[in-house]
């Protein structure tokens, strides 16, 4: 053992050894500290981005009539808000997570695949840059709805070549993302992890590492064609040539619906890390939780139709899509069990990161038994494209997502700066964010079964009242966000003090990454660490 | 048991960063060519020569580092598993097309032709197009694209499908070769495989050159002339690319690289070989054959 720890020591004295200094730190970087926060301050760029279109669209909503803005751009702003906030903000968020945290959490040096780690993070600043031209395009961005649905997408003027690429690019990116992680986890776990002893979030990032990878090339073939369509006079959604506009809608919805678990498997990991720190207890269930992730992955590839009920499906098509959806309630519940069996008799303490985690608990629960609502075909007509479905998927991305994203920014931030965030501005952060939540999102379900269709920048009268409450929601919402920017910018400066190396009592028990000094080294466990028995096998 | 002891992380590359400034200078070029912009073309060629120079540097910063002994068993695990799993991005990413071919062939053309009475085609057909058929191939109701013959399958696509099976057993001979250290039988074997592989690309270009001038089949031949060539023309493409990267292992095994122990630039190219050769043989079935 010693010999190979003095060998590559040896390798290691040719190369850096700390951060270099200036800019160059940061765009050549192969660290998978550095990555992880620059992905971790992208995520929290882009979201303030999609948020300010989401008050653009709360404000033209505010009340029925058209006041700030034209139609054509309000639908533009849906539709940026949804690919903004989905390639843009959580999912980088979660890849800066698991570039952060996996390495830690297995005792491994680093990311497995550094140098390709770079190119991910720049392929996604690239895909980005390439979708916010649209902005300013001839005939403005994509207004046709995140969903990119033909025929209607091909009307999109000088935007949409600039999309469909952006789409491969932020595609490749979390493609090569996902290999990293996947190859981190199989080859580069400390001697003594077995899988089954890896932290929940590690497992959560696993699978949806295979998601990503399965998913994306899909997404990637659908613009393909609507590129090849629009430019290059194929037919693939023309049905005078033989093809069908339907098509798309299968092809997308196969990526689209493992897309949005790629988007909620790590929220339920980092829940699973956090919970059981906070109720001081292990985690309830840890081999149910990992089966149970693996199912709902599974299933998330044979579900995809019923996001098209209305369509025009077979019967037997409706039935089978029907039946399949709800059969994913049953793991979904199994986890919402384990988690409120974890802090069942706990010694519960409420900091921050405890506080939207329970939250994330309760509301996620809400979102879940939403889309069990929806999953009942003939039901589904009546929500279909109303509000009733903009407020689900709320629930389960901005409560859940969202939250769940704000809980590792608190509960990390001490292991990544050294300092600790101020508790009192966290829980009025918290505070206000919970409450001002479902003032934006619940009266949208009492809009949707009222009758109000989404993406429709006026509405009749009668749906003013819910609207006008709703908005007021979005910007108490919007505006409490920046309370965490500046904790965020506090605990970087200082904060309320140095933090120790566990931060959280016992935390040791429950992960590798409270093991190694506060703020961590630039490099940890550069030779792998003694795994010690986990509390929850 | 899996181990990081002595995991090489390497040093820091301004390559990667580079690389995707070009492929996004690039695409930008490729949609402004498409909008009619007059920088596109120049964008494009630009972005992509940067593109291909920057992935030429880090490959030989990575080649150099390999055959200084810098990666050991894990590491090499480690490439590999990335070969493995962009393979199967390239699974899924066929798949579609796959998927688009079969959707059309089994459910949007039968629902045109009114085959299945409760099929959501029916109205469409009865009000738009009552006097078409389901059969295949074909170009759909609109006649889109005007009259066309259908690609056969014996010919030049069976010599493809000769050519490419062959190139698989030539690359697994090389591959022997380099494991008995017989270094003549490795730059043989990959020699012969790269040759196939170009003669292929060959095929396939006067094929697509019969199809345009003189059996009327092209891109804009409706649902048959779309799936077909989009289906050909990104495997064309794989080929290509294929071939490109088995001859930079075959320049690097002439300059002496690759020992039966650390290889894995030769292996991850002749996965990728036999995948693009698996993917043709779909192909000769699903879009020649059937």
């Not at chain 1, 981005?49 to 700030?68: C, D, K, N, W, Y």
């Not at chain 1, 589904?380 to 479905?389: A, E, L, M, R, W």
């Not at chain 1, 101020?422 to 009025?428: A, F, K, P, V």
Request: with cysteine; proline share 5%; hydrophobic share 50%.
């Amino acid at each position: 053992m010693t010999a190979v720890v003095a060998e590559h020591d040896d390798h290691h004295d040719h190369h850096d050894h700390g951060p270099e200094k200036g800019i160059l730190r940061w765009i050549i970087t192969t660290n998978h500290k550095d990555i992880g926060t620059m992905y971790l301050v992208f995520g929290l760029i882009m979201f303030f981005v999609g948020g300010t279109m989401a008050l653009i669209i709360r404000s033209e909503l505010f009340e029925p009539g058209l006041q700030f803005v034209d139609p054509q751009f309000f639908n533009s702003m849906t539709t940026m808000h949804a690919l903004v906030m989905v390639f843009g903000a959580v999912m980088p968020a979660f890849v800066g997570l698991a570039n952060w945290m996996i390495p830690m959490m297995i005792g491994a040096p680093d990311m497995a695949l550094p140098r390709m780690n770079n190119m991910s993070f720049w392929m996604l600043v690239a895909g980005v840059l390439l979708l916010a031209a649209t902005l300013f395009m001839e005939g403005g961005a994509p207004a046709g709805g995140w969903t990119l649905y033909p025929p209607l997408v091909l009307q999109t003027g000088k935007a949409l070549p600039f999309a469909i690429f952006s789409v491969h690019m932020l595609g490749i990116s979390s493609i090569m993302g996902a290999i990293n992680v996947i190859a981190t986890i199989f080859n580069m776990r400390a001697p003594g992890m077995t899988l089954m002893k890896m932290p929940l979030f590690v497992w959560t990032w696993l699978i949806t590492a295979f998601l990503l990878i399965a998913i994306m090339p899909v997404f990637a073939g659908a613009v393909t064609m609507l590129l090849t369509d629009r430019f290059f006079d194929t037919s693939f959604f023309n049905a005078a040539g033989g093809g069908d506009p339907v098509l798309y809608q299968h092809i997308f919805w196969f990526f689209g619906h493992p897309e949005v678990y790629v988007m909620i498997l790590p929220t339920f990991g980092v829940a699973s890390t956090i919970i059981p720190v906070f109720a001081r207890k292990p985690l309830f269930g840890y081999a149910s939780m990992v089966y149970a992730t693996a199912a709902i992955a599974f299933l998330s590839f044979i579900v995809w139709a019923h996001h098209m009920f209305t369509v025009g499906l077979p019967i037997a098509g409706e039935l089978y899509f029907m039946y399949a959806t709800m059969l994913i309630a049953i793991p979904t519940g199994v986890k919402v069990f384990n988690w409120t069996a974890t802090m069942w008799k706990g010694e519960m303490t409420f900091e921050t990161p405890m506080l939207f985690s329970i939250a994330f608990v309760v509301l996620f629960t809400m979102g879940g038994f939403t889309g069990l609502m929806m999953s009942v075909a003939p039901a589904d007509f009546q929500y279909h494209d109303t509000y009733f479905i903009v407020a689900h998927f709320h629930y389960t991305l901005v409560p859940a997502s969202i939250f769940i994203l704000m809980a590792s920014g608190y509960y990390w931030l001490p292991k990544w700066t050294g300092n600790m965030y101020d508790e009192r501005i966290g829980r009025l952060h918290f505070w206000l964010s919970a409450i001002s939540v479902n003032i934006l999102f619940f009266p949208q379900h009492f809009l949707g079964l009222a009758g109000m269709p989404r993406r429709i920048p006026d509405y009749a009268i009668q749906f003013a009242d819910w609207n006008m409450v709703s908005s007021i929601g979005a910007f108490i919402y919007g505006f409490s966000q920046l309370l965490f920017v500046y904790i965020v910018i506090d605990t970087i400066r200082g904060g309320t003090g140095k933090a120790t190396a566990e931060v959280w009592e016992d935390a040791s028990k429950h992960g590798l990454e409270w093991t190694v000094p506060s703020p961590a080294p630039y490099h940890t466990f550069t030779t792998p660490p003694e795994i010690i028995p986990t509390e929850h096998v | 048991m899996s181990t990081n002891t002595a995991y090489y992380i390497p040093h820091k590359a301004v390559w990667p960063v580079l690389a995707t400034g070009g492929l996004m200078i690039m695409l930008a070029g490729f949609a402004n060519y498409l909008n009619g912009s007059s920088i596109g073309s120049g964008m494009m060629l630009t972005g992509f020569s940067v593109f291909i120079l920057m992935l030429g540097a880090w490959f030989s910063l990575q080649a150099t580092e390999s055959e200084s002994g810098m990666y050991n068993h894990g590491v090499g695990i480690s490439y590999r598993m990335g070969m493995m799993w962009f393979i199967f991005s390239e699974v899924m990413f066929f798949a579609v097309f796959f998927g688009a071919l079969w959707y059309a062939r089994n459910i949007s053309i039968p629902a045109l032709g009114e085959i299945e009475l409760t099929g959501p085609g029916r109205s469409t057909h009865n009000t738009l197009w009552p006097a078409f058929e389901a059969i295949w191939p074909t170009n759909g109701p609109g006649n889109v694209g005007g009259h066309f013959e259908p690609m056969g399958a014996f010919g030049l696509p069976l010599l493809n499908t000769l050519l490419l099976l062959t190139s698989g057993v030539t690359c697994t001979w090389a591959h022997h070769g380099l494991l008995a250290k017989n270094r003549q039988q490795l730059i043989k074997g990959l020699a012969a495989t790269v040759a196939l592989g170009f003669i292929f690309v060959a095929c396939q270009a006067l094929e697509y050159h019969e199809a345009y001038s003189e059996m009327g089949l092209t891109l804009g031949s409706g649902i048959y002339g779309s799936t077909f060539f989009m289906l050909t023309g990104f495997h064309g493409f794989h080929v290509c690319v294929g071939a490109i990267i088995l001859s930079v292992v075959l320049f690097r095994s002439w300059k002496g690289h690759f020992t039966p122990e650390n290889h894995f630039a030769f292996e991850a190219a002749a996965w990728y070989w036999h995948f693009v050769d698996v993917v043709w043989l779909g192909l000769f079935i699903f879009v020649y054959l059937m």
